[in-house]
């Protein structure tokens, strides 16, 4: 564990943490995206998939700013959020209430990075990094943007749910 003495060193290891994560998440979104029954769901991971590669870069470009490493952390968090979506991933039934537990997955990723960013903008702000402030905040944008999406499509999928739920009881 490297030694913490100044909010440069925090900033670093939070940089390291969300380039761990992102680097975890090219891995994992394109098997949220193979594992979606909705096309609009396939199509929004897909999407964030790029953005996520764009991310990655945008934390690499922080860390060269920084004259840090981005390498050399395990964000043992996000392994944990993309163990909980492969269990997901790996069950059977009705398309759209998978679907529902992959954006339940899938959000959780989101919520997870969104604090990760916060945290390191809050840091890089305090100490004037502001090329870095902007680099974050480009990211943090994508991932409220990605949550929001997902919210979107569970609504739309959870109408289509009970309004089946509620023809079987009719
Ligand atoms: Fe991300
Ligand atoms: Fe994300």
């Given at each position: 564990m490297a030694d913490?003495?100044?909010?440069?060193?925090?900033?670093?290891?939070?940089?390291?943490d969300l380039y761990s994560a992102e680097k975890q998440l090219t891995k994992a979104?394109?098997?949220m995206a193979k594992g979606s029954n909705d096309p609009a769901?396939?199509?929004a991971f897909n999407d964030h998939l790029k953005e996520t590669e764009g991310q990655v870069a945008r934390l690499?470009?922080?860390?060269?700013?920084l004259k840090i490493s981005a390498a050399g952390k395990k964000c043992v968090g996000m392994e944990g959020c993309i163990?909980?979506?492969a269990e997901v991933l790996g069950e059977?039934?009705?398309p759209n209430i998978l679907d529902l537990g992959i954006i339940g997955a899938g959000t959780r990723v989101e919520h997870y990075e969104m604090a990760g960013y916060m945290t390191a903008i809050s840091l890089a702000q305090s100490i004037g990094a502001k090329e870095?402030?902007?680099l974050l905040q480009q990211s943090l944008a994508e991932e409220q943007g990605a949550e929001h999406k997902l919210r979107t499509i569970g609504s739309g999928l959870l109408k289509s749910a009970s309004s089946a739920h509620a023809a079987g009881k009719a």
């Open positions: 913490k003495k100044t909010v440069e060193d925090l900033l670093a290891d939070e940089i390291k979104i394109p098997k769901l396939e199509a690499e470009e922080a860390a060269t700013i163990k909980e979506g059977e039934g009705e870095v402030v902007s």
